[in-house]
């Protein structure tokens, strides 16, 4: 059966615990609809609700809550189980089916907001030309290890390898930075210790929720990082203006590059890049 996740714009003032009634009478219904609702993240700062079932169709979902408790989804996408599972991660949910943060109690409920990473390897097709096939792959292959080393380091999820490069998905912004900070400062001490191999890579990040405008999950926000990595320099960091934001008191810094015009958006991005080289001493 079908997976979806729906979206719902909270009235302001709506608790968690008016969530948790909701999600209740959901259940008590869903079974005459042949509906299975598992898991919802609740983001009280933006007062929204993500929702998680199994359904034969949308609007059987959407009729569920209609019933229930009246509350009708914004917008209900269907999404691929795996992905899914990558994207957000985290299983566990409270007595009342609220996904919360890992580690963080019972009263730390997780928003579903995500940090979208990517990787790319400069003129990766150039590499066997120049390098030969064993070389080459040998580089790229140490870009996976680097990367993958990362991600355990700081928290990320590791969505696909896109041949020349890494998606990854982020519960921290923050975390997202120093992955990317620590890909870039191990690369430079590769480099360094061998010149004639040097990989130099971009990197892009974007944050957002997971049910947006796109009819994919986090479509919007995979997009944009995508294309913040495809418009970085060499060796770049360059993030949404969003995940710096975040990241005020993190000990993290940025250069405001001002807005930039990226393929597939209709106005420019506001962009920052992210610094990652030790200062001198």
Known sequence: MPLYMDIHNLPEGTTPEDVAKAHAKDMEIQQKYGVEYHKYWVNEAGNKVFCLAHAPNAEAANQVHREAHGLIAEKIIEVEPDVAEVFLGGTETNNVGAVLLPGGGPDA????IRTVLFTDVVNSTTLTQSLG?????AILGMHDIIVRDALSASGGREVKHTGDGI?????S??????????????????????????????????VGEPVEQNNDLFGST?????????HAQPEQILV???????????GLLFEDLGEVSLKGFNSP???????????AT
């Open 109 to 112: 409920r997780d928003p579903g």
């Open 133 to 137: 096939d064993e070389a080459a792959l």
């Open 167 to 171: 998606m990854a998905s982020f519960l």
């Open 173 to 206: 912004a923050a975390g997202a930075v120093r992955c990317a900070i620590q890909i870039q400062r191990e690369l430079d001490k590769h480099a360094k210790a061998d010149p004639e191999r040097r990989l130099r890579v971009r990197v892009g990040a974007a």
């Open 222 to 230: 995979v997009q944009l990082a995508a294309r913040l990595c495809a």
């Open 240 to 250: 949404s203006n969003a995940i710096a934001e975040l990241c005020l008191g993190k």
């Open 269 to 279: 991005v506001r962009a920052h890049a992210a610094a990652w080289k030790p200062a």
